[in-house]
T-cell receptor, first 113, second 113 residues
Framework: DAGVTQSPTHLIKTRGQQVTLRCSPK?????VSWYQQALGQGPQFIFQ???????QRGNFPDRFSGHQFPNYSSELNVNALLLGDSALYLC????????????FGQGTRLTVV | AQSVTQLGSHVSVSEGALVLLRCNYS??????LFWYVQYPNQGLQLLLK??????LVKGINGFEAEFKKSETSFHLTKPSAHMSDAAEYFC???????????FGQGTRLTINP
């Protein structure tokens, strides 16, 4: 079992650009949540996808959007990047009906310059 | 709304000494509680979870935590610290039926030889 996989592991973008991060959930999981972890902070919930729909959203602007595909994988898109968007972006998967705990990927380190 | 407070952003203990990491939560409904560990440049790994069964929960790597409703606490302990325990530890709360995790700010554990 490959667990939760995220790509890329690192990337550098310029202010104003757009970025797409990808996540493949653990086998058997159908729910994907995204978190932003700024340096020295705990992860902050961005949003969650289940059945290809956004089910719950944290306190993040509309510049942050996402998508879930039929195979349960997910993308996080961030438009008009700001320096403050620099962070570790974590993807977590779980099984909605089984009410399991969340399994996290290794994260994508985004640096905005 | 749920919240988590981790007392002490940095804890330092000697190898072989007791580890105690403190976590207090706020929740209007019975919560699920979790401890995660994060090694440098890694994602989050689940140490243990409380889901309304036994109040003393045993996890991986010799860690355990006790749920005390009267104190709204879920402190993490390990009888004897090992050098490999050096990492960042996060306490998190989730309400039953929801998937969103709310994290504390984290506690960095340092082990002195």
């Amino acid at each position: 079992d490959a667990g939760v996989t995220q790509s890329p592991t690192h990337l550098i973008k310029t202010r104003g650009q757009q970025v797409t991060l990808r996540c493949s959930p653990k086998s058997g999981h159908d729910t994907v949540s995204w978190y932003q972890q700024a340096l020295g902070q705990g992860p902050q919930f961005i949003f969650q996808y289940y059945e290809e729909e956004e089910r719950q959203r944290g306190n993040f602007p509309d510049r942050f959007s996402g998508h879930q595909f039929p195979n349960y994988s997910s993308e996080l898109n961030v438009n008009a990047l700001l320096l403050g968007d620099s962070a570790l972006y974590l993807c977590a998967s779980s099984a909605m009906t089984a009410n399991t705990e969340a399994f996290f990927g290794q994260g994508t380190r985004l640096t905005v310059v | 709304a749920q919240s988590v407070t981790q007392l002490g952003s940095h804890v330092s203990v000697s190898e072989g000494a007791l580890v105690l990491l403190r976590c207090n939560y706020s929740s209007s409904v019975p919560p699920y509680l979790f401890w995660y560990v994060q090694y440098p440049n890694q994602g989050l790994q689940l140490l243990l979870k409380y889901t309304s069964a036994a109040t003393l929960v045993k996890g991986i790597n010799g860690f355990e935590a006790e749920f005390k409703k009267s104190e709204t606490s879920f402190h993490l302990t390990k009888p004897s610290a090992h050098m490999s325990d050096a990492a960042e530890y996060f306490c998190a709360v989730r309400i039953q039926g929801a998937q969103k995790l709310v994290f504390g700010q984290g506690t960095r554990l340092t082990i002195n030889p």
